[in-house]
């Protein structure tokens, strides 16, 4: 096991990763920008190296410093959390030169799986089902070609990175030129990386994920899946597990499907598998993540197992201390997202409580928003013993969390837990008007 881990991130992902560390007697080494100096992970990490200006880019994203870093503090491992480098194979491939652990999947698989086209094409040679869709189309003329040839409408998609960006829905061919410039501008701007792939429209539809951990010795486990359908232009605003439209033996179905993939690429460590669930109870796999979630803790909540310490177990080489059969699944789980709606200074922060209430957050009073990263500045979740319950508890916890000086959507998630057709369950992508 390693004795020191550096966190290579900043707001709540950092001070969850820190908590994990200190839980598992693991000494810590936080990064900071400067704008981040008197931010909560590096008033609770054991020691802390300013690595650059406020922008991510001469920061978070500058892999020397957090390189030099490491090196410098002794650090063996270094856990990027998500975003940022999380899925950067070239960082994963410099910690490695550099005699230090990346916690997550070695460059190579890294390499291959975010390569979006790419791993469709292994998944369906694995046994799943697959959207229809290309590989990376290199020009407009290219696309036009596929698009006609997949039947509109089509999604056009990044081949790197995630969190919504680099997608447009296109309807008709007159749309595609204009969506195919935007979508490989934006995508070329966050992810260094301007390539895009086409595939079906699947509509309507619910976005399901399924949770995979897997070590070095070949086992595997599925814990379970998170309907992540309540979204506003591809940004996910609360997920929930077990997901209302999938009954017990269309999960066992799955996992068991899921399992069987993992293992025959080979996979090591945290992931998800993404996919698209059609009205008529159609998994369509749409992508893989080589990271941890922003919503793992509805698992975590769900089935008792911390996901941030099985990773960090799993880089050391540690196999998994148990099996499919181990897991259960145990009654409703619930995050909402808590976004900020403009920057702005703290003036007082209060956290509701009570049993199986959980706020996950970089918040404490002096914090400042800036609007140099992403609006997230926590996360609340429940669990309770069925999803009615958990309705109940989440509408409670969210009327008790106060957050002044800085505007959020804590409103806006007590509409969206209070709709009709969210607590039905009957909901879909559609939900928040998208589609």
Known sequence: MFSKILIANRGEIAVRIIRACKEMGVATVAVYSEVDRNALHVALAD???????????GSYL?????????????AQAIHPGYGFLSENAHFARLCRKNGVVFIGPDPESMEQLSDKAVIKRLMHDAGLCVIPGTRAVASV???LKAAEGIGYPVMLK???????????LIQKSDQLEDAYLSATAEASSAFGDGSVYLEKYVFPARHVELQILSDEAGNAVCLGERDCSVQRRNQKLLEETPSPAVNAEKRKQVIKQVIKAVKKIGYVGAGTLEFLLDRDGNFWFMEMNVRLQVEHCVTEMLTGIDLVKWQIRIAAGIPLGFTQEDIRFRGSAIECRINAQSCGTLSMLHVPGGPFVRFDTCLVEGTAVTPYYDSLVGKLIVHAGVREEA??????????LVIEGIPTNIEEQLRIIGDERFVSGDYDLTFMGNG
């Open 47 to 57: 020691e802390s190296y300013c690595i650059g200006q406020a922008e991510a880019a």
């Open 391 to 400: 309705l109940r508890k989440m509408r409670a916890a969210l009327c008790e």
């Open 62 to 74: 500058n892999e020397d410093q957090i390189i030099r870093a490491a090196l410098a503090s002794g």
């Open 158 to 168: 990044a081949c790197a990175g995630g969190g919504g960006r680099g997608i447009r």
């Open 141 to 143: 003329e290219e696309a």
